[in-house]
């Protein structure tokens, strides 16, 4: 089965102090997550990055404050977490990486069947790439001591990985991902 490591929104404006949309949760991710992409790339599955990457105009903006608009420092991966050579990046104006086209295809081009999700905001954009990965088929674990919600209401996170595990989404934690990679 062909996997992807996928990492979603891990932007300065989500988990950097000076972001637009900055929570502090958001944060407390990254060190797992740094410690996937690592051994993710030492195994030799593809790291894919989905970022927010909004034009100034974008339909987003009407519910959310402009973040992550392209070209901007916002929109850039937190330095911990660079591109690294071979790793791929993939840019949306939306929720989830799978409402462009591109993202279907370059999953398909890899053989995957499996994306391995961290990132941010569990609510959000995570919720929103996995329940559309499983509506193509794909399997998908999320790995989730390398996520965090927003929660701008009480209990959404919560709500959201419980309409993922209705979906056929496995969950884990990030130590058993390693051990697995061994």
């Not at 790291?47 to 927010?52: A, G, P, T």
């Not at 919720?127 to 996520?147: E, F, N, S, Y």
Request: glycine share 10%.
């Amino acid at each position: 089965m062909g996997k992807l490591f996928v990492i979603v929104d891990m932007l300065n404006d989500f988990i950097n102090p000076s972001g637009k949309l900055y929570f502090p949760k958001g944060r407390s991710v990254v060190d797992p997550v740094v410690r996937l992409r690592a051994a993710f790339r030492a195994a030799g599955v593809p790291v894919l990055y989905v970022n927010d990457a909004h034009p100034e105009d974008s339909g987003e903006f009407a519910s959310w404050p402009p973040h992550c608009v392209m070209g901007t420092w916002g929109a850039r991966i937190i330095d911990e977490l660079h591109a690294g050579p071979g790793d791929i990046v993939l840019g949306k104006d939306a929720l989830t990486v799978f409402a462009h086209g591109a993202a279907e295809a370059l999953v398909t081009g890899y053989g995957a069947t499996h994306l391995i999700m961290a990132g941010v905001a569990t609510e959000y954009c995570v919720q929103a790439c996995a329940l559309d990965a499983r509506a193509r088929g794909l399997a998908v674990t999320v790995a989730l001591d390398a996520i965090a919600g927003v929660d701008l209401n009480e209990g959404d996170a919560a709500t959201a990985l419980e309409a993922m595990r209705q979906a056929g989404v496995a969950f884990t934690g990030a130590d058993r991902l390693l051990e697995e990679l061994g």
